[in-house]
């Protein structure tokens, strides 16, 4: 998992993402990620945050892959 922050200057500069690649290399393209992305008091709160990125961390180990091939199905766990 790579946490990313917003650049200063956007409309939500307190904003993180969250990028999760299983087997990460170089020559992967974004279809081989997951995006948990506005992550931020204002956005997706960090609890909910760190709910989904348990699941997808463990969905992606389980099945040994990510992006879209992964979907996320951790908001019917939430509700």
Known sequence: MV???ERPGLSSPDSLGL?????P?????DAERNCI???RP???DY??????LTWLLN???RLKLTGVGLKD???ALEA
């Not at 290399?25 to 393209?29: C, F």
């Not at 609890?47 to 989904?52: G, H, I, V, Y």
């Open 19 to 23: 990028y999760v690649t299983y087997a």
């Open 37 to 39: 992305s506005n992550v």
């Open 47 to 52: 609890d909910a945050a760190a709910f989904r």
């Open 73 to 75: 199905h951790s908001g």
């Open 3 to 5: 946490m990313i922050g």
């Open 42 to 44: 204002e956005g997706l």
């Open 25 to 29: 290399r170089a020559g992967l393209s």
């Open 59 to 61: 969905e992606a180990r």
